[in-house]
């Protein structure tokens, strides 16, 4: 069972998930960060203690997460001591067997969500994804998932990966869709906050329809007369103007396959 937990990474995400983890009765021994400063800004919120050499992790842990960026993993593994304890990462794109040279039991712990420092997130309806190369530490995984979440998924490598790149087109892109629809608004002198009614049922609706019934606007019909007097609209803004053409163009070709 998993009771003392070694997080590496203070961002988003490894800020959510310490709290979270650590809310659940789990002991978080050290929060690892490159800097002191924001080690010790999350491991005062939960009563660890904040490292910033990786030769002074606590060499006992049961779990050692690793919740840094993609590029940030391979330079920590390169430092540390081997073998190392049972580890995971909580990368999208990062394939499992990363750690097969560092540890003998290693996986990956994935929630799916999108995660800031300052907004906390109920946890117990995440999606946490699961890999392991053994069937204990899955075990151990599952259990700990089972302490903050009810939506627990066994996940391999490949399907990850696709998820990952799914969500980066669902979340990430589409708040890039808020941000213009942002900034075309404040041109007009117009409130953002009209746009909210219109985002939560967009997104509401495709918790009963699937995402193709539930897509609407000129671009279905193609309707080009519509499409133009908006393409005309961004004439001071060729970047917006190329996506809003693009983008319309993929949704007639996927309606009409």
């Known amino acids: 069972m998993i009771n003392k937990v070694v997080i590496l990474g ?33 491991a005062d919120k939960v009563n660890s203690t904040a490292v910033t050499e990786v030769k002074d992790l606590a060499p ?34 990062i394939p499992a067997n990363i750690f097969e040279n560092y540890a003998k039991d ?9 995660f800031s420092k300052n907004r906390k997130v109920d ?17 151990d995984l599952m259990d700990l998932a089972e302490r903050i979440s009810n939506n627990i998924h066994l996940i391999n490598s490949e399907q990850r990966k696709q998820l990952h790149l799914s969500a980066v087109f669902t979340c990430n892109f589409a708040n890039h869709m808020y941000s213009i629809g942002q900034k075309l608004l404040a041109e007009k002198d117009v409130d953002f906050d009209l746009l909210k009614p219109l985002i939560k049922e ?12 539930a897509q609407t606007g000129p671009a279905i019909r193609f309707d080009e007369e ?21 983008v319309s163009e993929s949704i007639f070709k996927m309606h009409n396959e």
């Open 123 to 139: 946890f117990s309806n995440i999606p946490i994804c699961i890999e392991s190369n053994s069937l204990e530490l899955q075990n």
């Open 60 to 93: 006992k842990a049961d779990l050692y997460v690793f919740a840094l960026s993609d590029k940030a993993i391979q330079p920590v593994l390169d430092q540390m001591y081997l073998p190392i304890g049972d580890v995971v990462h909580t990368a999208g794109s």
């Open 226 to 246: 519509i499409m133009t007097k908006h393409e005309n609209e961004l004439k001071d803004t060729p970047d917006f103007q190329k996506l809003y053409r693009f």
């Open 202 to 213: 967009t997104a509401e609706k495709v918790q009963e329809l699937e995402p193709l019934s």
């Open 106 to 114: 290693y996986g990956a712990f994935y929630p799916l969500q999108t």
């Open 10 to 42: 203070a961002g988003n995400l490894a800020t959510q998930l310490a709290i979270t983890l650590y809310d659940a009765g789990v002991d978080i021994l050290q929060v690892y960060s490159r800097t002191m400063q924001s080690a010790s800004i999350l």
